[in-house]
């Protein structure tokens, strides 16, 4: 069982460049999320997706935008990546009772230069 | 004030001793709340998660919820070396999960 999958596991960028973040569940959830995770801060929600066809913003949205491909993926862009954006990216799935937990891919980790 | 807050650790206890996190929220709305375990480099896993007042039980682990305190907790019995990585604590608001910073164990054989 794959679960949740991300693409690519490391990364590094130069400041400026773009790049998308891939995930895929394969859990049939309805609802799917994007974190990054900083020393010290714990994981901070960037965009979710409650539903297929609905994208919302989260904690630190600036930088940063989705795209629900389908009810499978859901991928995240920097169009401009800054070195602030130096951190290791989490995607989760669930479904949309709040009584459903969050299962997690393996997360991508960037550097940005 | 954080909406969700953990004290960062790091907790250590001796093998065989009961680890005990804490956790704090900001909202009383809050529906359920999550506990996960991740070691280092690795991505979260969920370990429990309890959304009515009192204990729940399993295996090793119990969480506690007190509503009125805006308090959960986990307890850890019986504490192993393969128990230490950082316990992160997750409070549903509104469809979202608020993460703590997470609170880093320690468990010396």
């Known amino acids: 069982n794959a679960g949740v999958t991300q693409t690519p596991k490391f990364q590094v960028l130069k400041t400026g460049q773009s790049m998308t973040l891939q995930c895929a569940q394969d859990?049939?959830?309805?609802?799917m999320y994007w974190y990054r995770q900083d020393p010290g801060m714990g994981l901070r929600l960037i965009y979710y997706s409650a539903s297929e066809g609905t994208t919302d913003k989260g904690e630190v949205p600036n930088g940063y935008n989705v795209s629900r491909l389908n009810k499978r993926e859901f991928s995240l862009r920097l169009e401009s990546a800054a070195p602030s954006q130096t951190s290791v990216y989490f995607c989760?799935?669930?479904?949309?009772?709040?009584?459903?937990?969050?299962?997690f891919g393996d997360g991508t980790r960037l550097s940005i230069l | 004030q954080k909406e969700v807050e953990q004290n960062s650790g790091p907790l250590s206890v001796p093998e065989g001793a009961i680890a005990s996190l804490n956790c704090t929220y900001s909202?009383?709305?809050?529906?359920?709340f999550f506990w996960y375990r991740q070691y280092s480099g690795k991505s979260p896993e969920l370990i429990m998660f309890?959304?009515?007042?009192g204990d729940k039980e399993d295996g090793r682990f119990t969480a506690q919820l007190n509503k009125a305190s805006q308090y959960v907790s986990l307890l850890i019995r019986d504490s192993q070396p393969s128990d230490s990585a950082t316990y992160l604590c997750a409070v549903n608001q509104g469809g979202k999960l608020i993460f703590g910073q997470g609170t880093e164990l320690s468990v010396k054989p």
């Open positions: 859990m049939n959830h309805n609802s």
């Open positions: 909202d009383r709305g809050s529906q359920s």
């Open positions: 989760a799935s669930s479904e949309i009772s709040p009584h459903q937990p969050q299962h």
């Open positions: 309890i959304y009515s007042n």
